[in-house]
């Protein structure tokens, strides 16, 4: 039994003979959601949260063509054929160190999902997505959208992801305005955020 199993062993131990306590209904939150909503078209919205962000953005442009001629990109074992034609591609098989990732030009990925109410885009470590550091240690990011996977609001994302999977939640390119209120961009992550929407 590890740490963390102990922990909780005697965690649970200490609160056996404690009666657990019933949420009134005055006191629970209410989880009735507005899930959707009509608006402006899905995508115009979404193009328009990214700007907002200083993300750049490409519609219907092949991603092969946008690919080509970034450098060495790292790009995830399941990234579809058709988006490598010509790319100057490395594979993170077997996975590469942060420190091998830093020296790479950027790396190119899908997406779970995308909100277009918040411009968020989330990641969920699927195939052509692949492990967290891939999108975090890279200076450049260039993640496809497929049209399909817009939604309008955070609780229709929320609708469509595996909670277990691990999500990595992207709203621009990495900043914090900490530093004297100067917007620095790139220290938390890629300071480059380039979105193809399919």
Do not use: K
Not at 61 to 89: F, H, I, K, Q
Not at 146 to 172: K, M, Y
Request: contains cysteine.
């Amino acid at each position: 039994m590890g740490s963390r199993e102990t922990i909780l062993v005697r965690v649970r131990s200490a609160l056996a003979d404690v009666p657990r306590a019933e949420t009134p209904d005055s006191v629970r939150v209410p989880r009735d959601y507005q899930r959707s909503r009509s608006g402006p078209d899905l995508v115009e919205l979404f193009l328009d949260r990214l700007m907002d962000y200083r993300a750049l953005v490409h519609l219907d442009t092949p991603v092969a063509e946008l690919a080509r001629g970034r450098g060495r990109l790292m790009v995830p074992p399941g990234t579809p054929g058709e988006w490598l034609s010509g790319v100057d591609v490395v594979r993170d098989d077997p996975p590469l160190t942060a420190t091998e990732l830093d020296r790479l030009d950027g790396v190119l990925t899908g997406c779970a999902v995308a909100i277009a109410e918040t411009g968020t885009i989330i990641l969920d470590g699927g195939p052509a997505q692949g492990r967290r550091a891939l999108t975090l240690v890279p200076d450049h990011h260039l993640c496809v959208v497929n049209r399909e996977q817009i939604v309008r609001t955070v609780p229709e994302a929320l609708q469509r992801l595996d909670p277990t999977r691990p999500l990595t939640w992207i709203s621009g390119p990495s900043a914090t305005s900490d530093i004297e209120p100067d917007r620095i961009e790139g220290v938390h992550g890629p300071r480059t955020l380039e979105v193809a929407i399919l």
